[in-house]
């Protein structure tokens, strides 16, 4: 019986983690737009200021509640506009078209 070297497993093991931090990341961007523009929408309606702009403040994968449950994306979106901020925790169902702005804190004036 031959022996392997155990570091020849030691570089498959980071591509393998490398690789999974990768496609998380590549999940996130890829609801990112939708719902950048879910919370920047609810904040120009919640601030009657059409020209409100927003920006990403953190994005985390959310593991299914249930087996065979769905992933979803969670962002936390600042939208400031009219002399108004306020900061929105939009989730999206990975792999769907819509995302929903679950709550808001409108404080900063």
């Not at 879910?38 to 904040?43: E, K």
């Not at 078209?97 to 679950?102: E, I, L, N, R, T």
Request: charged share 15%; with cysteine; net charge neutral.
């Amino acid at each position: 019986m031959q022996r392997v070297p155990s570091g020849i497993f030691v570089p498959s093991a980071l591509a393998l983690v490398v690789g999974c931090c990768a496609s998380e990341q590549q999940m996130l961007a890829s609801e990112q737009d939708q719902a950048l523009l879910t919370a920047v929408r609810r904040g120009q309606f919640e601030m009657s200021c059409p020209t409100a702009r927003g920006v990403v403040l953190s994005a985390n994968l959310l593991q299914p509640v249930l087996w065979n449950g769905i992933e979803r994306a969670e962002y936390t979106i600042g939208v400031e506009g009219c002399g108004q901020k306020a900061t929105y925790v939009t989730v999206c169902p990975l792999g769907s078209p819509g995302c929903v702005a679950v709550s808001g804190r409108n404080l900063a004036q």
